[in-house]
């Protein structure tokens, strides 16, 4: 048996095209004239694919879209029951494709190529998957200079813009670029991307350290999530406002300030304009960020791609109340006061109700007394 499959290996025979049900033949390998037993198996195409996903997707979206591709192409093939080499396929790419492998032929002069669509279509994979590769490792080493993770901000240049954020936010939110169309949006580009603002200031919604994860290498060393004022967020969509983002430089710069922001801090910021938000969440890369006197109660983030977490600080083991924990206590306590107030009100607006209806009695019954005097 072990020389069968050895053999399998060193000297393989063209897969025969045997569909998609066990079928009768004879092996080539052992001569067993048996039927063969229907397999299913990932090939090259599959782990290309995972490995694509992989490159171009966020971590926790390529942990769901891997174990689906790897069911999703699965290879059907003919497997003999005695020896257990590989006879045939069912003449599919991908088994839940109805595209056939079929013998594809190419020129190039006077010289010509006899391939497979299924040879084809992994060539082309492999080679995606290396230009991806190596545009992410482009952009880890930029500005001519290694960097020790995440992007690289060396080759930005600043071009100051005295529009603060209202004015941003008046010409370039999101239903003005929808409304407005392609003629507000190119406004926008040509105004305010590669841009650098000053003193605008935000609340922090998340902050995002990936200076001691893999993550580190594909994406920026620190993102924090910012909240402006006024904001885009509704009750239906909470989303931030910013997306603040540090190299690993400016990321080294600033570590005690990391240490000490936390989500509902107020913070003030000079950055350059990356992206107006239209597709993608408004980018900006910090070169001067400091924490400001202020405090804003903001609910938890979730991504909608699973991407950012609520990192713990160290501070927060302190036994002393987190700013967060003081504000819902004062207003718990102001909500508390407010219903009191409408009982008071409405306890007090039924007392005068009786109070007249006593009133209208007594001055009723008065009347009647004169009357009858009278009389």
Not at 42 to 51: E, K, R
Not at 141 to 165: E, L, P, R, V
Not at 168 to 185: D, H, K, S, T
Not at 223 to 242: A, C, Y
Request: charged share 25%; proline share 2%.
């Amino acid at each position: 048996m072990q020389y069968l499959k050895k053999k399998n290996k060193d000297d393989k025979e063209e897969q025969l095209t045997l569909g998609d049900q066990p079928v009768k033949i004879k092996c080539v390998y052992c001569a067993a004239n048996q039927k063969t037993e229907v397999r299913f198996k990932n090939g090259v195409i599959s782990y290309a694919l995972c490995f694509l996903a992989f490159l171009l997707l966020p971590f926790l979206a390529s942990i769901i879209a891997i174990p689906l591709i790897l069911v999703l192409t699965k290879n059907l093939v003919h497997v003999c029951s005695c020896c257990e080499n590989q006879l045939g396929n069912d003449g599919k790419i991908i088994y839940a494709l109805k595209y056939q492998d079929e013998v594809v032929t190419l020129k190039a002069g006077e010289m010509g190529f006899i391939l497979t669509r299924k040879l084809i279509i992994t060539i082309l994979l492999i080679a995606l998957n290396i230009l991806v590769l190596i545009y992410k490792i482009n952009h880890t080493i930029q500005g001519g200079h290694h960097h020790k993770y995440g992007f690289t901000h060396a080759h930005d240049q600043i071009y100051h813009i005295q529009s603060n954020w209202t004015d941003f936010y008046n010409e370039c939110n999101i239903r003005l670029l929808m409304g407005q169309g392609q003629q507000q949006m190119r406004h926008c580009y040509q105004k305010y991307i590669g841009r650098t603002v000053s003193n605008w200031e935000g609340y922090i919604i998340r902050v995002e350290d990936l200076r001691g994860s893999l993550k580190q290498f594909f994406n920026h060393a620190v993102t924090i999530l910012v909240q402006m004022d006024p904001t885009e967020q509704t009750e239906e969509q909470k989303f931030p406002d910013l997306q603040l983002t540090f190299d690993s430089e400016v990321a080294d710069f600033y570590t005690s300030f990391l240490d000490q922001i936390n989500r509902g801090d107020k913070i003030g910021f000079n950055a350059t304009i990356k992206s107006i938000g239209f597709e993608e969440p408004r980018h900006l890369h910090v070169i001067q960020i400091e924490k400001l006197e202020g405090f804003k109660l903001i609910e938890p983030h979730v991504h909608h791609h699973g991407r950012y977490k609520d990192l713990n600080r160290n501070f927060r083991k302190s036994k002393e109340l987190t700013p967060e924990v003081q504000l819902e206590k004062t207003q718990q306590t102001q909500e508390t006061q407010e219903e009191q107030k409408q009982e008071n009100n409405e306890l007090n607006y039924e007392d005068k109700q009786e109070k007249n209806e006593q009133l209208k009695v007594e001055n009723f019954e008065n009347n009647q007394e004169d009357q009858d005097k009278g009389q």
